[in-house]
């Protein structure tokens, strides 16, 4: 029953160049993260403009056809997961950068560009588009967008939603909503763009947007610092929001494991500090002032140094010891290679809970099982943390385990089991906990109104 | 039938002391603008928490009441406006901070707190809470967050979107829906509160918010500017982006005509730069860095007069300079002094459009009426102006012709009829200038799904 009729049709419709058969789409991958794991669909569209999109989803609304919109395929959460009855929508073809407004400082972008071309193509134009994430050179724009993606910038620049000032959407009948809005404010009637912003491609498909880019940076300071008190951490942070005159771009929290773990063979990063501090801050500023900026970070540092709020601290004085310093913060691929199977989280939650939340983790961790790796790191700043658990297995029921010790104690103090990567699939079983029923029931009816025959990405999210 | 068993309903269920009657609601005024105008309505209810606001829905809900949420009453597009057959709502007496959050730095405050007390307690306490506009005295956080307030420093801040974190709204049916988020990041399904910020209160009733608070500024720096090129004033605008260290708070714009009235007698304000040059910027920032931030600002002025960007400066070296330059552009009720009656406009447009724009609207206004009165200021930095027009009559005829002029032209270079103001009941007919049939159809979806009775703020935004 794979070569259906709906097939046909849409090769009909599109050209047989615009529509992969479940063979042909077969070698491509389901994800860049797990090679060798084939793409299943009953057929991948790949269309070449918003008017294909619409006219694809028309064909499929008709015949109840359920679809998966594809971009980068980085997502980690199951969030692109296709069946062999999905019809999988690649937005890959739309890859064109349409116009970078250097007046109004504003870029009109297709959904299929990569993220790392986009931030190439702005900064030669002498502009910044300051989303930045691991994923760079393989995610897309659209999915950035319907991820409502985070990344390492976001405590400067914000993340995608603050971003986004015009988006190109197509609904699930295959209306096209064109709201390329390029002002900074804008009153008339309800700003539909945030529907579709970190809905993960259940209520729409993004086609295009319009971003909003910054001045390049012209300075840039890196540290590592060495705290053995969390209350310091945070307190180094208010002084580094309140000193650095808004340059302060990433303030990234390293608990000590997963220091150790970095900064010690096999890994091939040595340590650039000690190995014994509680807790390392990898902070950064980007600014427009290269002496001013690099004497207010010194000078924060000197003084944090001096009254005791840090313990340690040492400067990025080269390119080598910029990879090297982000390198330890952020090559977490290092970990797959030590343990396996791993699982990955990515949650968020006032910084003054952080420290009891991972203690507690840790605690029931070790409870559980005897030689547990936990390792803990991230966006402190933005009060996000990506934590990494390994305890031998990942069968349903130790998954299962593991997420309650993860997820529970959020509950209570007010956290969210996710802050960037989604609820996807894989994380909907939990969303209650951050959620109450009033919304969950919201959610599902603004799902059901844009979406009435469950036909987008479905099963995801709500 | 005005007390009609509806009225009594309500008195019994809340109380004689939270519901009053159409004579007892008279005596207040219907807006804090037009004194003299007394609210009609069929009942005033005054509920004193969410659960109370939720009640009165069940109960309006039930028998299909029409309901109009009331804060300030400073809407100026008539989306506060109530008939005899309305029940309005104030959250007058919802009106506690129930917390300010030093050390996450966030305010949970109920939807009736008038935002000038939010921002003094905020203070109080050794922060800012940056929104700031005019109506400050009398308008409160519900009715900024439904209207998605602006303002004077949303240049640095963000409009008032970008500075709510949680929310919580009763719908329709007195379902309560709570998503006090207090986190920056937090991707766990819908972000539900964009849906009600800036819906004009026709989505849901705001009944309490969290929202981030800033860092005191320790420095402020202001200047007025004179310039001859609108050009020069977008250079200069780009130049005070890249070189001010992110101070930037204000970058307000006033054509000639303005200034001239502001700075003339009968005005009291004597003009601090000469009354000659075509533009004049009110420039300020706000920063943490008191020596830095002085002479960055300072440098800029040398430099941007040096190199002939700019034509003149005055820096306000008081608080009285301050009163005065700020007053110039602010005291915008001394228009209605001297001219009657007048139109008011509020509208936004890519920055390098804004000087086509306005001599096109002064040559059309000119070409329709001998003596028109035109004025132009605003917030260039948010790419918003404010506009006022007044040619003797405001029949609905010459309204017509008014509203003409300045939105059709709008259309062609993708501008918005209103940035700050929202769309009320007095610009639905213009709407569709800025929105698509398509936008429009959705916005109608999303009413009809979330008020299907269409009893929330009828007639108004959509």
């Known amino acids: 029953m794979i070569n259906s009729n709906i097939v046909q049709t849409l090769i009909d419709t599109l050209g047989k160049d615009s529509i992969l058969t479940h063979e042909e789409a077969f070698v491509r991958p389901a994800s860049v993260w797990r090679a060798g794991e084939n793409l299943q669909c009953k057929a991948l569209a790949r269309p070449k403009s918003p008017t294909e999109v619409s006219e694809i989803m028309k064909i499929c609304f008709a015949n109840n056809q359920t679809v998966v919109p594809h971009g980068g395929l980085t997502n980690v959460v199951g969030g692109v997961k296709t069946s062999i009855d999905d019809i999988a929508i690649t937005l890959e073809r739309m890859n064109v950068i349409e116009e970078i407004d250097l007046r109004n400082k504003t870029v009109t972008v297709q959904a299929g560009v990569i993220l790392q071309d986009l931030q190439k193509a702005v900064a030669d134009a002498g502009l910044l588009f ?145 190995q014994n501090y509680a807790y390392y801050v990898l902070i950064e ?29 040492v400067l990025a004085q080269s390119q080598q010891e910029l990879d090297w310093f982000w390198g330890i913060r952020e090559k977490v691929e290092f970990v797959f290679s030590v343990h396996k199977p791993v699982f990955l989280f990515d949650v968020s939650l006032p910084i003054t809970e952080m420290e009891n939340y991972i203690e507690t983790i840790k605690t029931n961790l070790k409870n559980e099982w005897n030689d547990v790796a936990f390792y803990a790191f991230g966006h402190m700043g933005d009060g996000n943390l990506h934590l990494f658990v390994s305890c031998g297995d990942d069968d349903e029921i130790t998954r299962h385990k593991v997420e309650e010790i993860v997820f529970m104690p959020l509950q209570p103090i ?34 059901n109104t844009l979406d009435p025959k469950g036909i987008l990405n479905p099963n995801k999210v709500v």
């Not at 956290?415 to 969950?440: D, F, N, P, Q």
Request: aromatic share 6%; hydrophobic share 40%; glycine share 10%.
């Open 285 to 313: 500023t980007l600014g427009q002032s290269p002496e001013t900026d690099t004497t207010l970070f010194q000078n924060l540092l000197e003084q944090s140094l001096e009254n005791g709020l840090i313990d340690d601290a």
């Open 414 to 447: 007010g956290g969210s089991i996710t802050a960037e990567h989604g609820i996807g699939l894989e994380k909907k079983a939990w969303l209650h906990l951050s959620r109450s029923e009033e919304e969950m029931a919201l959610m599902r009816m603004l799902k």
């Open 130 to 274: 300051p989303l930045d994430l691991g994923a760079k050179g393989s995610c897309m724009i659209g999915g950035n967008i319907s991820s409502n993606a985070g990344g390492l910038q976001a405590l400067r620049y914000g993340v995608m939603r603050q971003l986004v000032l015009g988006l190109e959407v197509v609904l699930a009948d295959g209306t096209i909503i064109s709201s390329m809005n390029k002002m900074m404010k804008n009153n008339a009637g309800y700003d539909l763009k945030h529907l579709f912003i970190g809905s993960e491609g259940t209520l729409g498909i993004v086609t295009k947007a319009i971003l909003k880019l910054e001045d390049a940076p012209k300075s840039r300071n890196t540290a590592l610092v060495g705290l053995n008190s969390f209350e310091n951490a945070i307190d180094f942070l208010h002084q580094a929001k309140k000193n650095l005159a808004n340059t302060l771009s990433s303030y990234e929290i390293i608990w000590q494991d997963y220091y150790q773990l970095m900064t010690s063979s096999p890994s091939t990063f040595s340590p650039p500090l000690p």
